[in-house]
């Protein structure tokens, strides 16, 4: 048969994501303060969804959850009623100014500028000669405004750089020795890399001496205007809560995977009474349908959420009932296959819900550890090392700290085997210094 070219028909299978499906892979993904978004802009654009109890505002969702009893004391969340931090570093800086009644105008107002012009952390970033000029003042007098701006509190406001900035802090110390004085002018890369011995043999002094020295730079404040620092704080809400009760442990799942969400009833009966309206019926009719379809998308968000939770609890209930350490090693292809589900459904599953534990708040994702294989055949999680790690440098004695080679001997003498490269790599991740730092003389 020669080749040539020619118009055929075949029927071929194929998988195609229509709207619906997307919208509903969509929703699975969304995390609480999303979907709570998504609620509301639904609410807004469709008039037959209705919240139950709501009064008919949209715009009131609150999240709270499912309880199986109600709270009889104690109703008042004490956190609630703590005042919030709201005094900027520049409104603190000038009521101190302020205070100060015999400074001449031009000075005055060029100390303001310079307030005005520091940063987050409290550094003065523009020069002197800079300011100088903008201010149209001698630097002679620049240099005294500064010297009033550094007075104030926190010390170490007004700095250009970091020496600075520790030293304005060890001039307001009563007992603090010259020795860390000396340290902060001419020593910080030393100290950074915690060269005592090099230290104690150029300035002739005990290694004793120079361990309090740096002890005493390592209480000051690099960034003192940070506590200043107003952030929005975005806050986590639990997509479920996992709680011990007796000797079983419970899921329970957050309100806002339904928020109370219905269709009005009294728009079904205007379609119903309204079916001889061809345009109203037609109208009403599509608003019903997409509603019904929204909120069967949440219900089987719900669901899924809830059978993927039960899941992680029963393949690490060791970790619920006894802490970070009995975190097992564990796949979404586990999961998945536990319930009959794909693995991309349990992934937009857990990714970006939290669980409250008993333990504290965690991710889904959390429960899905990496495994390092153990001499006896199982396995244990990075979690469990971890912990391990932090419990023995806890326990260590601070003038023979562990070395990362020694804590890979202990793991091994536990069946663990593991390089003293990862064991750094977890140590850092723990936030802890190297033994060398660690070592207290």
């Known amino acids: 048969m020669r080749p040539g070219y020619g118009m055929f028909q075949q029927q071929t299978t194929k998988m195609q994501i229509t709207p619906q499906l997307r919208k509903a892979i969509t929703i699975l993904k969304l995390s609480t303060p999303e979907l709570l978004e998504v609620i509301q802009q639904e609410v807004t654009e469709n008039p037959v969804l209705e919240i139950a109890g709501n009064n008919g505002d949209a715009h009131n969702l609150t999240p709270t959850f499912f309880h199986r009893a109600r709270r009889t004391d104690h109703d008042n969340?004490?956190?609630?009623?703590?005042?919030?931090?709201?005094?900027?570093?520049?409104?603190?800086?000038?009521?101190?100014?302020?205070?100060?009644?015999?400074?001449?105008?031009?000075?005055?107002?060029?100390?303001?500028?310079?307030?005005?012009?520091?940063?987050h952390n409290g550094y003065l970033r523009s020069t002197l000669p800079e300011i100088s000029e903008v201010c149209k003042l001698e630097l002679a007098q620049v240099e005294r405004a500064l010297r009033i701006l550094q007075s104030f509190e926190p010390r170490g406001i007004g700095a250009r750089d970091l020496r600075e900035c520790l030293l304005l802090q060890v001039q307001s110390l009563a007992d603090c020795f010259p020795l860390?004085?000396?340290?902060?002018r001419k020593h910080l890369n030393d100290i950074a890399s915690y060269h005592l011995h090099k230290l104690s043999t150029l300035l002739q002094v005990?290694?004793?001496?120079?361990?309090?020295?740096?002890?005493?730079?390592?209480?000051?404040?690099?960034?003192?205007?940070?506590?200043?620092?107003?952030?929005?704080?975005?806050?986590i809400i639990p997509e479920v809560i996992i709680e011990k009760a007796g000797d079983q442990?419970?899921?329970?799942?957050?309100?806002?995977?339904?928020?109370?969400?219905?269709?009005?009833?009294?728009?079904?009966?205007?379609?119903?009474e309204n079916s001889d309206n061809n345009e109203l019926n037609?109208?009403?009719?599509?608003?019903?349908?997409?509603?019904?379809?929204?909120?069967?998308?949440?219900?089987?968000?719900?669901?899924?959420?809830?059978?993927?939770?039960?899941?992680?609890?029963?393949?690490?209930?060791?970790?619920f009932w006894h802490g970070n350490a009995?975190?097992?090693?564990?796949?979404?292809?586990?999961?998945?296959?536990?319930?009959?589900?794909?693995?991309?459904?349990?992934?937009?599953?857990?990714?970006?819900?939290?669980?409250?534990?008993?333990?504290?708040?965690?991710?889904?994702?959390?429960?899905?550890?990496?495994g390092l294989q153990m001499d006896i055949g199982d396995s244990a999680s990075s979690e469990h090392v971890k912990s391990r790690i932090k419990t023995w440098i806890s326990e260590e004695n601070p003038r023979k700290p562990y070395s990362d080679q020694k804590l890979a001997d202990l793991l091994k003498e536990e069946g663990i085997s593991i390089s003293r490269r990862t064991i750094t790599k977890y140590r850092?991740?723990?936030?802890?210094?190297?033994?060398?730092?660690?070592?207290?003389?």
């Open 180 to 184: 860390v004085s000396i340290l902060i």
């Open 77 to 119: 969340d004490p956190l609630l009623n703590i005042a919030s931090n709201e005094i900027s570093l520049e409104r603190h800086l000038k009521e101190q100014l302020g205070f100060i009644k015999k400074i001449p105008p031009p000075i005055r107002r060029t100390v303001s500028f310079m307030i005005g012009n520091l940063d």
């Open 249 to 272: 442990l419970v899921v329970l799942l957050h309100q806002a995977a339904s928020s109370g969400l219905s269709v009005s009833g009294y728009y079904e009966r205007m379609a119903i």
């Open 282 to 319: 037609r109208f009403l009719t599509g608003k019903l349908h997409a509603a019904k379809f929204f909120l069967k998308c949440l219900e089987q968000r719900r669901r899924t959420i809830f059978r993927v939770t039960q899941a992680i609890v029963e393949e690490q209930s060791e970790f």
């Open 206 to 235: 005990s290694t004793q001496e120079i361990q309090a020295a740096i002890d005493v730079i390592k209480g000051l404040n690099p960034r003192p205007g940070a506590a200043f620092y107003i952030e929005t704080v975005h806050y």
């Open 326 to 370: 009995h975190l097992k090693p564990m796949t979404l292809k586990q999961i998945a296959e536990k319930l009959g589900v794909h693995e991309s459904t349990v992934s937009r599953a857990t990714a970006g819900k939290y669980a409250q534990t008993p333990w504290g708040i965690y991710e889904l994702k959390y429960f899905f550890p990496s």
């Open 428 to 441: 850092e991740e723990l936030g802890i210094s190297s033994s060398v730092r660690r070592k207290r003389i």
